[in-house]
């Protein structure tokens, strides 16, 4: 049974850090899959934040939160996350962990396979 379970989403004062978590189970090797951190703000299209390669060798971000978000990935405990640090209220939205079968990473929100029910980030002002 394909399951991605986020966690770690809550209530933060601007400038504050939350550390979002994604429990995989896939239906091959989770080290196979690229994984991928997207966000839907309210009344917006769901964007791409943070990708990661299989090996998590190599990342990617969206511009808003480069130098801010560092995604990784644990593969031995199918277990990917993202640490978000000096949050702004532009941040707030529903965060969702998803994975693609693919050799390299993609920052493209449709290609995903598999997508989480997602967690909810707010940042107060």
């Known amino acids: 049974q394909v399951q991605l379970v986020e966690s770690g989403g809550g209530l933060v004062q601007a400038g504050g850090s939350l550390r979002l978590s994604c429990a995989a189970s896939l239906p091959r090797n989770f080290g196979r899959y690229a994984m991928g951190w997207l966000r839907r703000a309210p009344g917006k299209e769901r964007e791409f934040v943070a990708a990661i390669s299989r090996s998590g060798g190599t990342t990617d971000y969206a511009d808003s939160v480069k130098g801010r978000f560092t995604i990784s990935r644990e593969n031995t405990k199918n277990t990917v996350f993202l640490q978000m640090n000096n949050l702004k209220p532009e941040d707030a939205a529903v965060y969702y962990c998803?994975?693609?079968?693919?050799?390299?990473?993609?920052?493209?929100?449709?290609?995903?396979?598999?997508w989480g029910q997602g967690t909810q980030v707010t940042v107060s002002s």
């Open positions: 998803a994975a693609v079968l693919t050799w390299d990473l993609s920052t493209v929100v449709r290609r995903y396979d598999y």
